[in-house]
């Protein structure tokens, strides 16, 4: 097999197509298991911290009892839910990057 330029591989970098370590956790095609493993850690952490601020949110307003008010099909409780799912996925996505 012959040398093939690799643009991720840096200036002047190349690697071999095809050729593994005999460590490497990579499916053929070159998909790599542990960036895949990685993103789905960062996913359920993500979702984890999600359902924790919810939990604070709720805790930091003893007054509103959301399931409650979403049950009666409050909008405003569901448009202020949403909008704090949004936020919180857009800070930890962030974050997590």
């Given at each position: 097999?012959?040398?093939?330029?690799?643009?991720?591989?840096?200036?002047?970098?190349?690697y071999?197509?095809?050729?593994?370590?005999?460590?490497?956790?990579?499916?053929?095609?070159?998909?790599?298991?542990?960036?895949?493993?990685?993103?789905?850690?960062?996913?359920?952490?993500?979702?984890?911290?999600?359902?924790?601020?919810?939990?604070?949110?709720?805790?930091?307003?003893?007054?509103?009892?959301?399931?409650?008010?979403?049950?009666?099909g409050?909008?405003?409780?569901?448009?202020?839910?949403?909008?704090?799912?949004?936020?919180?996925?857009?800070?930890?996505?962030?974050?997590?990057?």
């Amino acid at each position: 097999m012959s040398p093939v330029r690799s643009l991720t591989a840096g200036a002047g970098g190349s690697y071999i197509r095809g050729m593994h370590s005999p460590g490497d956790l990579s499916l053929g095609g070159g998909v790599d298991l542990s960036i895949i493993f990685g993103n789905l850690g960062y996913a359920l952490l993500g979702m984890i911290l999600m359902f924790a601020g919810y939990i604070l949110f709720d805790q930091l307003t003893p007054r509103v009892n959301f399931p409650d008010e979403l049950g009666k099909g409050n909008m405003a409780v569901a448009l202020i839910i949403a909008a704090l799912f949004v936020s919180l996925a857009y800070i930890i996505g962030r974050s997590l990057n």
